[in-house]
């Protein structure tokens, strides 16, 4: 009596699985929840059962051949079959063909996943209504009817936000039903105003390409979050760029491309920094990106970055386009680090600081150390090593591990040279170090 399934019966190493027949779950409130049907010890038919607030049921059922999905019937709300969708069988839920009926239990439309031929419906999740009717030759859009649910203090209620037909007219509504765009297709192509209220941009549109204004708006459909302009499907002119209502960057492009000043704003709207573009590249000027990331160009190249989070700054300066030469400050401006690094490997000394002075300096060649000490963050399979001291004299490298207070927790020396078969590729093995050392892998101790 009571709560029943199949899986209450596995205890220990004793598992039986049924041979034939039906199995019952029940739920919380002593109604069926899901239902098993058995044949040949396999599961051969699967039906959910869920209950809405006002007792209304809801029904799927999910069949099975030897083990592998075949097809899912799903059904209206206390009612008959809403839809039966085909699968592959052993492949990973890959649909085949679909058979859609209306209440009266009428076909009213079939669709092939294969050749994307046919009309679709989509509902809400666990509703009988409908979010989506998409027909489709061969995969080209055909019509279209996309349906939001819109939340307000009384009910839900299930708003028409698109209506396509590439043969006539395309019409876009707001959530309160006001028409916000429309378009008239010559050769299915559209010209006028088109309106994605999933991604919440609206665009005019001339012959099936971008031309005129582009707007993007918040959630609330209403407040920008960018504006610009296309000519013939490219970008032309300002781009704006907003963040809860206030101008964050504005771009200009010339035929899809930066050209002229990129401006960037603080969050009071007050400009920080610009940045020339010639030809889609950076030139002159300053970039400031998220997360306090700063980039300053000369004569179209990277000269400096400066990067800052809530503990340090970093900057580095771009001798060429291989070497780079990188301090690391806290808070205070005091040095923390210092490093060189060619083709994006350490290259020549390392010098980590103590109270704004050296305190130990390393030599690296192609990301190997060559000579010196260095801290080195842990990263081991061990949750306690936190950093490492490791050394390199004669040839012998020394490493020292600590846990998060300090602690030596272990100290060791190998000599990679003579491992002929493997030589510094040795120390993963070993140490659980790496052979090639990375700006990332540095230890910062204050």
């Given at each position: ?94 649909k085949l063909t679909a058979i859609y009926y209306d209440k009266s239990g009428k076909v009213i439309a079939n669709y092939n996943f294969i050749t994307k031929t046919g009309t679709e419906y989509k509902y809400f999740y666990k509703t009988d209504q409908v979010e989506e009717i998409k027909e489709l030759n061969k995969g080209k859009l055909i019509k279209s009817k996309r349906y939001q649910k819109v939340y307000n ?233 936190v950093y490492l001291k490791m050394s390199k004299e004669d040839g012998i490298i020394r490493i020292q591990t600590y846990n998060e207070e300090g602690k030596l927790l272990f100290k060791g020396e190998i000599n990679p040279s003579l491992y ?27």
């Amino acid at each position: 009596e009571g709560y029943y399934n199949s899986r209450a019966l596995e205890t220990g190493y004793y598992s039986p699985t049924p041979v034939e027949g039906n199995l019952y779950k029940k739920n919380y409130r002593n109604k069926i929840s899901e239902k098993e049907s058995f044949k040949d010890g396999e599961v051969v038919e699967r039906t959910k059962y869920d209950y809405k607030e006002d007792n209304a049921l809801y029904k799927e059922t999910r069949f099975y051949e030897d083990g592998s999905l075949s097809k899912i019937i799903s059904y209206y709300i206390n009612g008959g079959k809403k839809s039966k969708v085909t699968y592959k069988l052993n492949s990973y839920r890959k649909k085949l063909t679909a058979i859609y009926y209306d209440k009266s239990g009428k076909v009213i439309a079939n669709y092939n996943f294969i050749t994307k031929t046919g009309t679709e419906y989509k509902y809400f999740y666990k509703t009988d209504q409908v979010e989506e009717i998409k027909e489709l030759n061969k995969g080209k859009l055909i019509k279209s009817k996309r349906y939001q649910k819109v939340y307000n203090s009384r009910n839900n209620e299930y708003v028409l936000r698109e209506d396509i037909d590439v043969n006539s007219k395309a019409k876009f509504y707001s959530k309160e039903g006001k028409l916000i765009g429309q378009a008239t297709f010559i050769n299915q192509k559209p010209t006028g105003v088109m309106y994605d209220y999933k991604d919440r941009i609206e665009i005019n549109v001339k012959n099936g390409l971008k031309d005129g204004v582009y707007k993007k708006f918040e959630y609330d459909e209403k407040t920008l979050k960018e504006t610009g302009n296309y000519v013939n499907d490219k970008k032309h002119g300002a781009f704006i760029y907003y963040k809860r209502g206030k101008k964050q960057k504005e771009e200009n492009y010339y035929e899809n491309k930066k050209e002229g000043y990129s401006i960037y704003y603080s969050e009071k709207g007050k400009e920080i920094s610009r940045l020339l573009y010639k030809k889609g590249k950076p030139f002159e000027g300053q970039k400031n990106g998220l997360y306090g990331t700063q980039k300053t160009y000369k004569n179209g190249a990277l000269v400096k970055k400066i990067e800052q989070n809530k503990n340090q700054k970093t900057i580095t300066q771009y001798i060429s386009e291989k070497e780079t030469n990188t301090t690391v400050y806290n808070l205070q401006d005091q040095v923390l680090l210092t490093y060189i690094e060619i083709n994006n490997q350490l290259d020549g000394e390392v010098v980590q600081y103590k109270k704004n002075e050296p305190k130990y300096t390393a030599v690296f060649s192609k990301g190997k150390l060559v000579t010196g000490m260095v801290y080195l963050k842990a990263n081991s399979r061990y949750q306690s090593e936190v950093y490492l001291k490791m050394s390199k004299e004669d040839g012998i490298i020394r490493i020292q591990t600590y846990n998060e207070e300090g602690k030596l927790l272990f100290k060791g020396e190998i000599n990679p040279s003579l491992y002929k078969e493997y030589s510094e590729q040795i120390l993963p093995y070993k140490l659980g170090i790496g052979a090639i050392i990375y700006h990332n892998d540095l230890f910062i101790l204050e």
